[in-house]
């Protein structure tokens, strides 16, 4: 029997104790995000980027060895790019709770509040990354996304990835700016963010002084300028473990004056995050960080926000105990990865770096699935063997004046090793297919868009869904109805 026909029939279907574990959760999850790098679209193929494609697009405009850095750390850039557009401001639409049993990712964001001091406004985000765990295969894993990067903050095009968060708390949008960086982060990585955890400052040094500070194993000669006046220069000899206090701790993550800039920054915010979680973590600290409950509730709440539950971080605290060192994925996206060119952002120079998608793909599938990326293929680039590799469950929607359309396009996917599982009637007539994104399988959404011919970002829409029982919904419609090549 003809499975699609089969499919066709089937319908579509006291409380102190708790203050402590909550706050061993923040220790691990909220504190640890602003340890990562600050602050897509050179050849990105889902949605359009202003102005033309270089054309060594797929390469490294700065070369092998790495951007040319200016004394800031921050990559520099010759070709001037098109300003972003203006668009709406858009509605908040963040994903639904954690369901307690599936993959959670939380977005960690770092704040500098010397914006708004200084009277620039809202402040931009100093670091993000997305900390994924996953309860099932007891792994997690941490992204970082550096804040030069160039993406496309919805209703408000294109600019740095660290803008995100000062556009929604500037102009009041609903959620602020945790809800339009989580936004962001999902359509630039393709992942849902289920929850957001932020911290300033001087949260950070005051929790880093709270638990005693930090021990690092420091493999380089540093001289860090830590934040605030009166403080001297650290200086971090090679090599062996060193003690870090709360300014010391910040100096060091916040460092990136080298030759390395961002990318060397990120591996030292790795060794923070993964220094924090063993001082708290261990057998003769955790009692006493317990004891401190109180203490943490009162100093940090104003420095800390968050919209996580306390069921859910409890349950995020006991599963984070029972996952080991060697079970978390790091991950940095380098400079192999992206592209640099020169922009002008409010009327002033500025460098930004746009994304190699594939590359950042392999990375993301590494740090996102249990079982690395999705396929050895990813390097060459077979549209087809990436799809197959995806494994993504497909629902096919006929929304076009042609019976049946639904049935013979998915023998045709069936054909092709795609995992067509439902199929049916569109809620209504479509004159142009439209594909709907529900989890991160970008090589199949690819592979889609090339047999489609979508061109236009309008066609795709991310609406991430945890509760899906399909990863991707293709709406057909009479633009394939007329123009496929099926007989």
Not at 25 to 36: E, K, N, R, S, Y
Not at 458 to 480: C, H, K, M, R, Y
Request: charge should be negative; charged fraction near 20%.
């Amino acid at each position: 029997m003809n499975i699609l026909n089969t499919l066709k029939n089937t319908k579509l279907g006291p409380l102190s104790f708790v203050q402590g574990v909550f706050w061993g959760i923040v220790l691990i999850f909220a504190l640890g995000g602003f340890f990562f790098i600050r602050g897509i679209v050179s050849c990105w193929t889902i949605t359009s980027l202003p102005g033309t494609a270089p054309a060594n697009c797929g390469t490294i405009t700065a070369g092998n060895e790495g951007p040319v850095l200016n004394e800031e750390g921050t990559p520099v850039a010759t070709e001037i790019a098109p300003p972003p557009p203006s668009v709406s401001i858009p509605e908040s639409d963040l994903p639904p709770a954690w369901d307690g049993a599936s993959r959670i990712n939380v977005l960690l964001i770092g704040l500098d509040f010397r914006d708004w001091e200084a009277g620039l406004g809202a402040p931009r985000s100093d670091t993000m990354i997305v900390l994924t765990i996953d309860p099932l295969t007891k792994t997690a894993g941490m992204l970082s996304i550096p804040r030069d990067m160039w993406v496309n903050i919805p209703g408000f095009g294109y600019s740095r990835i660290n803008t995100a968060y000062s556009s929604g708390e500037g102009n009041r949008l609903p959620g602020g700016g945790p809800a339009l960086a989580s936004k962001t982060v999902e359509q630039f990585l393709g992942v849902p963010i289920h929850y957001y955890a932020q911290i300033d400052f001087n949260a950070f040094v005051e929790f880093i002084d709270l638990i005693g500070g930090i021990e690092i194993y420091n493999d380089e000669d540093l001289r860090l300028d830590p934040v605030g006046a009166g403080k001297d220069k650290v200086i971090l000899k090679c090599c062996g473990m060193r003690h870090l206090n709360g300014y010391k701790t910040l100096a060091y993550v916040r460092f990136r004056k080298d030759k390395e800039g961002d990318v060397a920054r990120s591996k030292r915010q790795q060794k923070v995050i993964l220094a924090i979680r063993d001082k708290v973590l261990s057998p003769e600290n955790f009692p006493v960080l317990l004891g401190k409950a109180q203490q943490f509730y009162e100093e940090f709440s104003a420095g800390i926000k968050t919209n996580m539950p306390f069921d859910t971080a409890l349950q995020l605290g006991v599963l984070a105990r029972d996952i080991p060192v060697e079970s978390i994925k790091p991950g940095v996206i380098d400079y192999t990865m992206v592209a640099f060119e020169g922009t002008q952002i409010n009327g002033v120079d500025a460098s930004v770096m746009k994304p190699l998608p594939d590359k950042i793909r392999v990375l993301r599938d590494e740090v996102f699935t249990a079982g690395g990326p999705v396929s050895p293929m990813a390097a060459l680039g077979d549209p087809t063997a990436l799809m197959k590799a995806d494994g993504a469950r497909v629902r096919l929607l006929n929304g076009s004046f042609s019976p049946g359309l639904e049935v013979n396009t998915g023998n045709y996917f069936l054909q092709q090793g795609m995992a067509v599982t439902e199929v049916g009637a569109a809620d209504r007539a479509y004159d142009r297919t439209v594909l709907v994104l529900h989890s991160p399988k970008l090589y199949t959404l690819k592979y889609l868009q090339a047999v489609f011919g979508i061109g236009s970002s309008a066609q795709i829409v991310i609406s991430p869904d945890p509760a899906s029982t399909v990863d991707i919904e293709v709406f057909l419609g009479n633009d394939w109805a007329n123009n496929n090549p099926m007989p």
